[in-house]
T-cell receptor
Framework: GQNIDQPTEMTATEGAIVQINCTYQ??????LFWYQQHAGEAPTFLSY????GLEEKGRFSSFLSRSKGYSYLLLKELQMKDSASYLC?????????FGAGTRLAVHP | KAGVTQTPRYLIKTRGQQVTLSCSPI?????VSWYQQTPGQGLQFLFE???????NKGNFPGRFSGRQFSNSRSEMNVSTLELGDSALYLC???????????FGSGTRLTVV
């Protein structure tokens, strides 16, 4: 199978910056998605990287290195509402393979 | 515009029964995927359909099946339900990967 590793939990302070890392086995994947999921809700799309490098979208940025099987999600100017699970999902063959997710808790 | 609609939202079934879940994608989206989410296993891919054809299937037993209709609406069926099938079943539709996959609110299935 494709091992996808991301930290289980992280905590950060409101207004700070946090980086959530994700590593995965590279075989068969063409790109990588990041999703946010609040407790009891459906995942919502944050970013998609198909090329190596950094994609910036407002307070959220995502980086991908396909050769290294490495990605990170950078969240700036953290807000309390950013407390959620963040799911790394390599994509290939028309399917997403989700990691277990990183639970982020933002404190005042 | 309307999002991805899944029905029903909640379902309670007895072991051995079968169940059919429905998903209506965003208008214009021809790709529909199904995922199972449980606390222990996380989000796992079930299958993906595009223009009524199954393009990919995850590692689930044959009791799990699906189909897609000409209007892109999709159904998934689970036969001979087991307690371990209790989960949140999520459907996602996509115009193309560059635009991401949009998830529905899911159907929470409880097998007793």
């Amino acid at each position: 199978g494709q091992n996808i590793d991301q930290p289980t939990e992280m905590t950060a302070t409101e207004g700070a910056i946090v980086q959530i890392n994700c590593t995965y086995q590279t075989s068969g994947f063409n790109g990588l998605f990041w999703y946010q999921q609040h407790a009891g809700e459906a995942p919502t799309f944050l970013s998609y990287n198909v090329l190596d490098g950094l994609e910036e979208k407002g307070r959220f940025s995502s980086f991908l290195s396909r050769s290294k099987g490495y990605s990170y999600l950078l969240l700036k100017e953290l807000q309390m509402k950013d407390s959620a699970s963040y799911l790394c999902a390599p994509w290939g063959y028309n399917k997403l393979i989700f990691g277990a997710g990183t639970r982020l808790a933002v404190h005042p | 515009k309307a999002g991805v609609t899944q029905t029903p939202r909640y379902l309670i079934k007895t072991r051995g029964q079968q169940v059919t879940l429905s998903c209506s994608p965003i208008s214009g989206h021809r790709s529909v995927s199904w995922y199972q989410q449980t606390p222990g296993q996380g989000l796992q891919f079930l299958f993906e359909y595009f223009s009524e054809t199954q393009r990919n299937k995850g590692n689930f037993p044959g009791r799990f099946s699906g189909r897609q209709f000409s209007n892109s609406r999709s159904e998934m069926n689970v036969s001979t339900l087991e307690l371990g099938d209790s989960a949140l079943y999520l459907c996602a539709s996509s115009l193309s990967p560059n635009y991401g996959y949009t998830f529905g609110s899911g159907t929470r299935l409880t097998v007793v």
